[in-house]
């Protein structure tokens, strides 16, 4: 069997029972067990790509690789070869070892395209050597365009260590519009799951911060539920924000509860609420060698009301 006619793999039994709590489901899983080319060739036309590896206790940690255009590779269909690796300020460094799962999305803020790829690292010679194992495109929904500039980042960053939320990282997440989580299925599934790295969007604040409670609100998306069924099955989650005007990086970790029928709570739109109880968080200053020009809100986004 060709890899263009090969069968789909199927949801597995927590994204399953996900769509099962939200009444709702996509049918089928379009996911491969490799990269179609046209995924292939969309990787090295980024120079960033979103990543979920596990850090030394087991939680998903939430970062981003960044290098020239074209320092993604795709020398066949189930290998991804970054020729990058975390920054040593990184708290995601540990996690970036031969053999440990990863979750990868690439995602073009310029035109809205974006794909997904989940795997193991296989060897870290000279960048970061993935094995694919499920390959995704995904819609374009709720996301914002914009147009990064290169810049500059110091060989040293302020890097602050947080044990919960203090007032420069809520004021990063009050005015975000995106964000990035990283999840990971139960053990039990074994091969079946993995790590996972996914996008949110929606209009500046669409994240409620109280203390250091996250409310999210989950907007009609694809029905795939990998991320809540990933979290339905294992609660702990990373989430990476980023400060497009300054280049900071908030990487958090925190448990999640669902809420599946929150009874019209929360912006318009809102189907389900989710809950991160924020653990601890990494405040990396600068650290993203990108400065970027905001385009436009995507129509979904637009669709949603605020708080």
Known sequence: MTADTMTFLPFHADELAAQALAGKGAGRAPIRPFMPEQHREFFPLLPYLFTATPDSHGWPMA???????????????????IASRPRDDD????G??????????????TTRRRNRANGRIVATDNGVDVHITQSFGNCAQYIQTRAPV?????????????????????????TADT???????RNELGTEGGLDMSHRGGRP?????????????????????NTLGNLLGDPRAGLLFIDFASGDLLQLQGNVTIEWHPDGRGPSGTER???VDVERGWLRRGVFPFRWQFGDYAPTTLATGMW
């Not at 970036?96 to 803020?109: H, K, P, S």
């Not at 964000?179 to 299925?185: C, E, I, K, L, M």
């Open 63 to 81: 970062s981003v690789l960044t290098g020239p255009y074209g320092f993604v590779s795709s020398p066949d269909p189930t290998t991804l070869r």
């Open 91 to 94: 708290p995601a460094t540990s």
């Open 96 to 109: 970036f070892v031969a053999g440990a799962e990863i979750g990868l999305i690439g995602i073009d803020l």
């Open 150 to 174: 290169p810049h500059p980042v110091a060989a040293t960053v302020q890097v602050t260590a947080l044990d919960g939320l203090d007032d420069a990282a809520r004021a990063i997440i009050a």
């Open 179 to 185: 964000f990035f989580v990283a999840s990971r299925s």
């Open 205 to 225: 604040g669409f994240v409620d911060v109280q203390g250091n409670k996250l409310t999210i609100p989950d907007f009609r998306g694809n029905r795939f539920f």
């Open 273 to 275: 609420l989710w809950h």
